[in-house]
């Protein structure tokens, strides 16, 4: 066996061996599919009880058939569990500086010019130069072996940070950061739009995603508890302890990755799913028209780009991140001196409160509703209000307060249009990685010099040009998404694609032969998908 051979059978991929388990379960019948998933196929005059019916109202798996929920269960147990503490963490330590620069950071090492700033241009240029690299990687690497590795790496990076006696270890060490952190993020994205259905997606992608404002909000929680209690302790200030303590809960979260992630259906390899389960899950997937990994190569690259594709996703994407302005709160509450160092940073956590509730209606209405555009919508007005209010300045005290917690409400739109794009481009798996992958390194360039313009921090909290600067981009952000909504409907019309049962447009000759058999009064395809050439208005956009 070569170098190749053995790398891919350790931590990599066979494509052949994929291609050829695919062809086998596509070759099934509908009896055979049937026969062989017996055990994850629930009988079709399944009715739920009134109580599974409420509660399903918040959380489908308790609506779905027993056989079907145990399934989905096991996938949220694992794979949404664990892309929720990564993300965690991986906010907890990026976020961590802002909370240390308030409780005695900036004093301590003399930062009282643009370091601030700059800790974060540092992060963003690691991450630039990150993001799309770590993409190709996933690609060769299997995800349950990358991210869990680079989680274990950068938690001791985080850890060194406590050691810093001036600003150039935390330049480095941020720097270093935003490297390993890249993969999370899009990688995640790619994994959890690999494994579920329409009806599903929008909540698990919003509650991966809501792990930012947990994080965001247990930051400020550790940062006010190690600051009361472990503020001089062996000789240390709170804020290094804030970093010590950061990296060590990042260690066992990264060793549980090489568990739980599941990689792809197609090639997962993970103990706590059978291989019947695996089948399924491949099955269930090609069922929606979601299509399997394949090899990415510049020349596939070059071909996306060729596309509307790509830049009909990243504009809005970046917008969205450009335009957030949550990191600039406790500054002002800072400024009007008094409150606390622990209050500082307490306060804003009803802020990502707010933005966990609204981010869980979004998502549920999206689902239920099977359309995502118009939440995406109310999301950004939320967001334009608060930076105009912003912009304005001048207003009463709690209307300010209210302004800072309107981009905290409207901060959902990554997972909508995550879960979007997954529906939109879910024939092409590569480029649902890509997408975040480069959207985020578009909005991170930009975040790397803006704030140093728009956002000095010499001028806090008063800026001049920042808010007024964020409220005309996020009127842009508005537009974009109508952009993308009706790019994707052109695309659909020229292509000729139909609408399967499940609101999503796939080509005609991907409806054949996919039909597991009906579960739970679900209807065939031949009773429920009244095919509709072009883009429907049914479809789930």
Not at 136 to 147: C, H
Not at 284 to 306: A, D, F, Q, S, V
Request: aromatic residues 14%; positive net charge.
């Amino acid at each position: 066996m070569g170098i190749a051979q053995t790398f891919n059978k350790l931590f990599g991929y066979n494509r052949e061996a994929e291609q050829r388990r695919l062809a086998e379960l596509r070759a099934l019948t509908a009896e055979e599919k049937a026969n062989r998933f017996a055990d994850l196929i629930d009988e079709d005059d399944f009715v739920p009880s009134k109580t599974a019916l409420f509660f399903g109202q918040f959380w489908d798996t308790f609506r779905k058939p027993p056989r079907q929920r145990k399934y989905v269960q096991k996938l949220d147990l694992n794979i949404l569990i664990y892309a929720l503490l990564s993300f965690f963490i991986k906010t907890l330590d990026n976020s961590n500086i802002s909370n240390a620069f308030v409780s005695g950071m900036k004093e301590d090492l003399s930062l009282y010019g643009q370091e601030r700033n700059l800790f974060t241009t540092f992060f963003n240029v690691g991450y630039i130069v990150g993001l799309v690299p770590s993409q190709f990687v996933l690609n060769r690497v299997r995800p349950s072996i990358w991210i869990p590795t680079c989680e274990l790496i950068w938690s001791g990076f985080v850890i060194v940070m406590a050691a810093a006696q001036g600003p150039e270890l935390l330049y480095g060490m941020r720097f270093l950061l935003g490297v390993l952190e890249s993969c999370a993020y899009p990688g995640f994205a790619l994994v959890l739009g690999s494994w579920y259905r329409p009806d599903e997606l929008a909540k698990r992608m919003t509650m991966y995603d809501a792990a930012w404002a947990i994080a965001s909000m247990f930051s400020g929680y550790i940062q006010a508890g190690v600051y009361t209690s472990m503020n001089g302790l062996a000789g240390l200030a709170g804020w290094r302890w804030l970093f010590i303590i950061d990296g060590l809960i990042g260690v066992p979260i990264g060793l549980l990755g090489y568990y739980s992630v599941a990689d792809f259906p197609i090639n997962s390899r993970v103990r706590w799913l059978s291989q019947t389960e695996k089948d399924f899950s491949v099955v269930r997937m090609e069922e929606i028209g979601r299509k399997p990994p394949k090899k990415l190569t510049l020349k596939r690259l070059y071909n996306m780009l060729k596309t509307w594709r790509p830049y009909g996703f990243i504009v809005p994407w970046a917008l969205f991140s450009i335009c957030d302005t949550t990191s600039y709160f406790n500054l002002w509450l800072k400024s009007l001196g008094i409150y606390s160092v622990q209050q500082i940073n307490l306060i804003p956590t009803g802020g990502y409160a707010l933005g966990l509730v609204a981010g869980y209606i979004y998502a549920n209405l999206s689902d239920r509703a099977g359309t995502r555009w118009p939440f995406l919508m109310f999301a950004v007005f939320v967001c334009f209000l608060g930076n105009l209010l912003l912009a304005i300045w001048n207003i009463p005290f709690g209307l300010k307060f209210f302004a800072f917690f309107c981009p905290m409400v409207g901060y959902p739109l990554w997972a909508l249009m995550l879960t979007w794009s997954a529906e939109v481009f879910q024939d092409d798996n590569e480029l649902r990685g890509l997408l975040p992958a480069m959207g985020s390194t578009i909005s991170y360039a930009v975040q790397a010099w803006l704030p140093l313009l728009v956002f000095p921090t010499p001028e806090a909290p008063v800026y001049k040009i920042g808010y007024k600067f964020t409220t005309g981009l996020v009127g842009i952000e508005a537009m974009s998404i109508l952009f993308f909504l009706y790019m994707s409907k052109r695309e659909q019309r020229q292509r000729g694609m139909v609408i399967n049962k499940f609101g999503l447009a796939v080509m005609a000759e991907d409806l054949e032969g996919l039909e597991l058999a009906p579960t739970s009064g679900t209807p065939s395809i031949e009773e429920k998908n009244k095919v509709e050439i072009g883009a429907s208005e049914k479809q789930s956009l």
